[in-house]
C-alpha cells in the first residue's frame, strides 16, 4: 500500500524503533534499521504551507548511498517515497556503515 508522505507522523515510527526497513534506490533493495524518529522542536505558525508536525527519522545501513528519494517499505507503515541524505553522527562512524536521514516537514 502506497503511503503519501503528508499521511505519515511521528507516532507511527516511534514503536518501530530498532525495526528494518526495506529501502529501495532504483532496482537496488537494502535494509535499513530505524534507529531514532523524533519529533521536531520547531512549531511552525498556522497557515503557511507546512505541517504542522513536522518530524525526522534516521536510520542506519550497511550501503554507501547518496542523497535522494528512496523507497521506504514497512508491513505496518506501507509503502512511501522519501528524500534521504547521509549524515555523520559523531562516535557513530563506523566503516562500512551510513546514517540516512528523513525529514518531513
Do not use: Y
Not at 3 to 13: A, N, T
Not at 21 to 50: C, H, M, N, Y
Not at 60 to 72: A, D, G, I, P, R
Amino acid at each position: 500500500m502506497k503511503i503519501l508522505p503528508s499521511d505519515l507522523k511521528v507516532g507511527d515510527f516511534q514503536p518501530l524503533v530498532g525495526e528494518s526497513f526495506t529501502l529501495s534506490a532504483g532496482d537496488r533493495d537494502f535494509a535499513g534499521r530505524l534507529i531514532e524518529a523524533k519529533a521536531s522542536r520547531f512549531v511552525p505558525p498556522e497557515g503557511i504551507g507546512i505541517r504542522m508536525d513536522p518530524f525526522s527519522l534516521l536510520f542506519e545501513v550497511q550501503e554507501n548511498v547518496s542523497q535522494q528519494t528512496l523507497t521506504l517499505r514497512h508491513e505496518q507503515i506501507g509503502e512511501a517515497g522519501l528524500f534521504m541524505t547521509p549524515v555523520m553522527i559523531p562516535g557513530k562512524m563506523n566503516q562500512g556503515v551510513c546514517f540516512l536521514e528523513a525529514v518531513l516537514a
